[in-house]
């Protein structure tokens, strides 16, 4: 189990660079997987790339208008089934990023985690690039720094990426890990997590919920992935989210190796109208990545 509650002992942004998420059909459990390894080191705002730079390596400002355009109407098209996608949380080496993307089998979805330190502004121009080769899910907050931020700021938060992005970004991530004890106080995670599905939604747009996968491993009871979903997420979430996520990393939760066509299926009762899968599934030692990648997604 974790220890009193606390975030497992794990750096999230390093591990999210050989993190890879797979969206499935309602309970479409075969997995398949394209992977790209798409983040550079990072340290903290230390690291990033002014969004001019950024723009200068992707075009002129006319091209990107261009682009924004396409993007426009590309974020209006349905989404396949099912979604093959990976996490980027550094956007500093956009043009390798790009590259990458475009060398995969199939058209990825890239999972843009928002830098809790940086406003939209900093993200629209290489959301622009990112969206000629990928589908694009925006992640509003990572679980890391829910606790840090107000209900009020976590919907301004989510308000002003909306105001940024919302002809960009396919999917809305309202909320990461949502059941994990590191996140605060239970009420203010729910008025957050419902409050931005609510911004979301009321645009029209695609929203998505990540749960934290923690049989076992879990410090309070309440904090049980199915406990915690079945008793703060509101019905209009049940009823309504567009995808539900998992996020597990085996070594956080003693190597359990949970019976996941079981686990989606009980998921899928808990969400009748969604789309189910991982969100994010990696490990931080390098020698296992190779054999989770082939298990989890074959």
Partial sequence: MTTQGKKPARSHRGVRQLALWSVLALLGLALGVVLADCGGARNNTNNHTKPADLASANGTSTALQGAAVVASSAVNTPLPVPLYGVTIDDISELPLIVDSLKRLARKPTARIVFDETVGPAYYRKPAIALSEVAYLMGEVLDSAYVRRVSVNNYLRRTTRYLDSMAEIIHIWEVGNEVNGEWLGKTADVVAKISGAYDLVKARGKVAALTLYYNEDCWARRSNEMFTWAQANIPERMKR????????????????????????????????????????????????????????YYT
């Fill in 240 to 295: 309504g989210l567009d995808y539900v996520l998992i996020s597990y990393y085996e070594e956080d939760c003693n190597d359990l190796k949970p019976d996941w066509p079981a686990v989606f299926a009980r998921l899928a009762t808990l969400f009748p109208n969604s789309r189910i899968g991982f969100g994010e599934v990696g490990s931080s030692d390098p020698g296992r990545k190779a054999e989770l990648l082939t298990r």
